[in-house]
């Protein structure tokens, strides 16, 4: 994927060039003199995700104050440092969009391939903001995907310790027993551990073949897939159908739309009551660990003999 910059005009200032990028990051990032790490100042600016920025500073492309920084975790002021990407200063910021589209089969759940396959790119043409797509979707599934350029949310609908829900329509082969069902809510063993705990329901019963409508907590790499084979019923076909707040509904195939303000003030409320729910518990679990080692250290006091 490309990257597109904007130069600085010919014959600016120093502090003009600075402005671009405090504009840049009035978004995302503190511009209050603190530190922030590198790469999550470049996504702040809408340049790229949070990975690709990375992938940007590990290869050298990135400036910091006419040096090139290539370790990972670097911090910079964003009010006084100059950072520059392929030598252009970082264009100032766009704001948050949200597109939901309803993925066809056949098409990389990427912005591009280099088999060059059919991409989601290819399917949201006219939308002038840089967006890139949260989580994927197999090659051959369809269904929900959730596009934007706000990396803070898509890290947090993704990451597995927020646990954000979602809801796939599927189709096996045979009909799911009681205790296929039972394996499923309760975790199954994969190569890489046992799933969380999954909701399943059935919906549909052909003579050979069933629906299910399936609802996980985690991202792993094909893990609905992966889940129903290891219980004994190949997946026909995989569609998601929700995702958080966000339903599917009557969008058509290969077509995309904004999300109305409803949808994108559930989804950044959801986020935020998620990050809450986390930080509270790491705060409690903290303090756990404080006051028990808090016992251990205490002194015994000395019996007194009389």
Do not use: C
């Not at 077509?255 to 950044?268: C, I, M, P, Q, V």
């Not at 080692?293 to 000395?302: A, C, N, T, V």
Request: hydrophobic letters at 40%.
């Amino acid at each position: 994927m490309g990257v597109e910059l904007d130069a600085p005009p010919r014959g600016a200032k120093h502090e003009s060039r600075s402005l671009s990028l405090k504009q840049g990051v009035a978004q995302g990032v503190a511009m209050d003199g603190r530190a922030v790490r590198l790469h999550k100042l470049i996504a702040a600016t809408g340049l790229a995700s949070r990975r690709k920025a990375e992938q940007l500073i590990v290869s050298g492309r990135v400036t910091v104050n006419g040096r090139v920084v290539t370790e990972l975790g670097t911090t910079v002021d964003p009010t006084r440092d100059h950072v520059k990407v392929d030598g252009k200063h970082l264009r100032a910021t766009q704001p948050f969009v949200y597109l939901m589209l309803n993925k066809p089969k056949h098409v990389m759940s990427t912005m591009d391939d280099p088999g060059g396959r059919p991409t989601v790119k290819d399917l949201i043409r006219g939308v002038s903001i840089r967006v890139f797509p949260v989580g994927r979707l197999d090659f051959d599934s369809e269904g929900l995907m959730l596009l934007t350029n706000d990396g803070k949310l898509a890290q947090t609908l993704l990451h597995p310790r927020y646990g954000v829900a979602k809801t796939y329509l599927v189709k096996v082969k045979g009909v799911l027993t009681d205790e296929d069902i039972h394996l499923l809510e309760h975790g199954v063993r994969l190569d890489d551990g046992i799933t969380a705990p999954a909701q399943v329901k059935k919906v549909g019963k052909a003579e050979q073949n069933s629906w299910l409508e399936v609802t996980i907590r985690e991202g792993r790499k094909h893990q609905v897939k992966r889940m129903l084979l290891a219980v004994g019923h190949p997946v026909i076909r995989l569609k998601r159908i929700r995702m958080g707040p966000l339903s599917l509904g009557k969008l058509e195939v290969g077509s995309f739309r904004f999300l109305t303000d409803r949808e994108t003030n559930a989804l950044r409320e959801l986020v935020r009551k998620r990050i809450r729910a986390v930080e509270s518990e790491a705060t409690e679990m903290a303090r756990t660990r404080g006051a028990v080692k808090g016992i251990r250290q205490r002194p015994q006091r000395e019996k007194v003999v009389s």
